[in-house]
């Protein structure tokens, strides 16, 4: 019986370790001023965008598998720019979830192909082009 329960256990132990090499989360922070743009290209993905009242953008990136995808963050005087995307081999099985917080006055510009969006706590006009 205790050889059973010792097993169990490491079976339990290399399954929770290969999860754990499937699975990323990724935080970057960038302090910005007033007015600031935020450049978020994302493919594939899903993507949740919330306002807070602090003086940063917050990007949380959920990766499955974190491998095969390749990220870009900087950010310069006018914006933060971040661009997710699947790489072209190792892609096509692969997922993304980025939970982004910004200032209540920042810009948004997203570039989205195959995109889930969630937009919450918005108080002004979108406008999204006729041919999404």
Wanted: aromatic share 8%; proline share 4%; with cysteine.
């Amino acid at each position: 019986m205790n050889k059973t329960l010792d097993r169990l256990s490491q079976i339990a132990s290399a399954a929770h370790a290969v999860a754990d090499l499937t699975r990323a989360t990724l935080v970057y922070r960038f302090p910005v001023s007033a007015d600031v743009f935020l450049y978020l290209h994302a493919v594939q993905s899903e993507v949740r965008v919330t306002r807070h009242d602090l003086r940063e953008i917050a990007i949380t990136s959920h990766l499955q598998p974190p491998f095969a995808w390749r990220i870009a963050a900087e950010q310069d005087d006018a914006a933060v720019y971040f661009v997710a995307i699947r790489k072209a081999l190792l892609g096509f099985a692969a997922s993304a979830r980025f939970d982004v917080a910004v200032p209540r006055d920042c810009h948004l510009i997203l570039k989205l192909e195959g995109v889930r969006l969630t937009l919450e706590s918005v108080s002004d006009t979108v406008d999204l082009p006729g041919d999404l």
